[in-house]
Structure formats: C-alpha cells, structure tokens
C-alpha cells in the first residue's frame, strides 16, 4: 500500500517538477537574450555616439579655424584704419 501512495504522489510530483525546470530554463534563456539584446543596443548607441563626437570635434575645429581667419582679417582691417587715422608729422 504504501508502494502505490509513493508511486501516486511521484506521478503528480514529478510532472510538476519537470514543468517547474522546463519554465525556469526557459526563463533564464529569456534574460539571457534580454540582456545580450540590451548589450548590443548599448555598443551600437556607444558607437553611434562615437561618431558624432568625431563629426562635432572635426566641426569645431573647422569653426575655430575660419574664427582665426576672420580675426586675422579683422585686425589687419583696424590695423590698416588705425594707421591711416595717424596723425602724419611733416
């Protein structure tokens, strides 16, 4: 008698355990790629990121460059304006 008692709670035990597995592993195959996912999205922003600092810095410098011309211009423009409003001494 108590061999089929064991033999009854084992039928309905071990299906139960089995599903309990099945669905554990399932739910760690799901983070897993949630996370591999959330990993790729991270490197492709980074990289994304990357490339527009790149972009930025290359047009910052270009900005101060043509800063530089224009300053440049600029005072040889008050430097010619400055010379010319001198008081000439015969």
């Known amino acids: 008698m108590e061999l089929a008692r ?3 709670a084992a039928e309905v035990l071990v299906p139960v355990v089995v599903f309990v597995v099945v669905a554990l592993r399932r739910w760690t195959s799901g983070m897993h ?3 591999r ?3 790729e999205a991270y490197r ?3 990289e994304r990121q990357s490339e527009e600092l790149a972009a ?3 047009e910052l410098r270009e900005l101060r460059r043509e800063l530089a011309e224009r ?3 600029s005072a040889a423009l008050l430097g010619r304006e400055t010379s010319s409003e001198k ?3 015969d």
Do not use: N, T, V
């Open 6 to 8: 064991l033999y009854g």
């Open 33 to 35: 790629d949630a996370w």
């Open 37 to 39: 996912d959330e990993a």
């Open 87 to 89: 008081p000439q001494h």
């Open 56 to 58: 930025l810095r290359a």
């Open 71 to 73: 300053d440049a211009r």
């Open 44 to 46: 492709l922003k980074s």
